[in-house]
């Protein structure tokens, strides 16, 4: 949201008027399957099926998966039987991984909104679900524009924690220093993302949405590591898989942590 807001903001400052953005959902094994086709100020949307499509919302853990069938939809994967069996439900309808949730349950012609990836989620150790989609783009936008990613950690943990990617130059802006290691000691960089997510976890009730604490990377995430997916998206369980030494300094302390009140 916050980066929808800055471009229009831009928008408006160049043009006067604002940008108008719909969306379309989908994945490369089903072309697009639903689009928002109206105007909208909000952003994760997902809308409504297309034309001979139909979804199929599933209870999975705390979320709803969905799940589609329809003419766009591949048939399986070439001499995959394995695969393709693991892809599609007894009913034959391709399993997304994604979970969504109506905008307004008394009115579902107002569509769907994106829940995050249910393969994704994890509980703490209190048996809490963590929401990890929903709870890494508050926590992108809480820190903006100081941090552009992070990953969530947490499972089986007694409170949510981030490895977390600074934004190089808006941090170089913030602190006046040129090199990465100086940037993120300096004590400009980190009181910045600590107040800002002092300022989340006030506003959030509960531990599945509350960070304890924060390490920033100074590595990017790495495509030969398979950190980034094929479609561009930060793989959370292959950075966790490949930094694991990071996330057990980040629950062991330390003086490189940032501890969130």
């Not at 949307?45 to 979320?63: D, F, Y």
């Not at 990613?149 to 006046?176: E, H, R, S, Y």
């Amino acid at each position: 949201q916050d980066i929808y807001e800055r471009i229009q903001a831009l928008s408006i400052a160049a043009t006067g008027a604002r940008i108008p953005f719909t969306t379309m959902y989908g994945a490369t094994e089903t072309q697009g399957v639903t689009v928002v086709h109206w105007l909208t100020d909000r952003v994760g949307l997902i809308g409504l099926p297309l034309p001979g499509i139909t979804l199929k919302l599933v209870p999975n853990g705390s979320k709803v998966e969905v799940r589609v069938k329809g003419p766009t939809v591949t048939p399986g994967y070439l001499a995959r039987p394995d695969l393709t069996g693991a892809a599609f439900d007894d009913e034959g309808y391709y399993a997304l991984g994604d979970a969504a949730k109506f905008v307004d349950e008394s009115d579902p012609n107002k569509g769907l909104v994106f829940d995050g990836r249910v393969t994704e989620d994890f509980k703490l150790d209190s048996g809490t679900w963590v929401s990890v989609g929903t709870l890494r783009a508050h926590a992108v936008a809480a820190a903006s524009p100081a941090i552009f990613d992070c990953v969530v950690c947490g499972q089986d943990k007694p409170f949510v924690a981030l490895l977390a990617w600074p934004n190089i130059q808006a941090a170089i802006a913030l602190t006046g220093k040129n090199k990465i290691d100086e940037v993120l000691a300096d004590p400009k960089l980190r009181d910045f993302v600590r107040d800002k997510f002092a300022a989340h976890n006030a506003a959030q009730p509960g531990s599945s949405s509350r960070v304890r604490r924060v390490l920033l990377m100074a590595e990017p995430p790495s495509i030969d590591g398979h950190e980034i997916t094929d479609k561009g998206y930060v793989n959370q369980r292959a950075t966790l898989e490949r930094r694991k030494a990071l996330v057990d300094a980040l629950y062991a302390g330390g003086p490189e942590v940032i501890e969130i009140p």
